[in-house]
Nanobody, 114 residues
Framework: QVQLVESGGGLVQPGGSLRLSCAASGFTFSTSVMRWYRQAPGKERELVAVIRSTGSTNYADSVKGRFTISRDNAKNTAYLQMNSLKPEDTAVYYC????????WGQGTQVTVSS
């Protein structure tokens, strides 16, 4: 079955960097659109970045120029490189794909604080 497992979250100071990974299994990763969402306490889940099978990407305005989404089809893994982190980036980050249904990972906590 479809499985998404995120890793790489943690505590980082403002201005720091983290790289999140999403290990996928149970479906044809190379042809799938992969997305990163985040949800901060008391807020709705929001789309952060998208990468299509062609490699084309889109980003939320709040992360443009700071975050980079990528994929390694040989490893069935999607990544989110996050640079110049801000306290407002603090959230649980989720990996997502749609294969005739929505599939989510368990989430990984990112905390940006001094």
């Amino acid at each position: 079955q479809v499985q998404l497992v995120e890793s790489g979250g943690g505590l980082v100071q403002p201005g720091g960097s983290l790289r999140l990974s999403c290990a996928a299994s149970g479906f044809t990763f190379s042809t799938s659109v992969m997305r990163w969402y985040r949800q901060a306490p008391g807020k709705e889940r929001e789309l952060v970045a998208v990468i299509r099978s062609t490699g084309s990407t889109n980003y939320a305005d709040s992360v443009k120029g700071r975050f980079t989404i990528s994929r390694d089809n040989a490893k069935n893994t999607a990544y989110l490189q996050m640079n110049s982190l801000k306290p407002e980036d603090t959230a649980v980050y989720y990996c997502h794909t749609y294969r005739w249904a929505d599939y989510w990972g368990q989430g990984t906590q990112v905390t940006v604080s001094s």
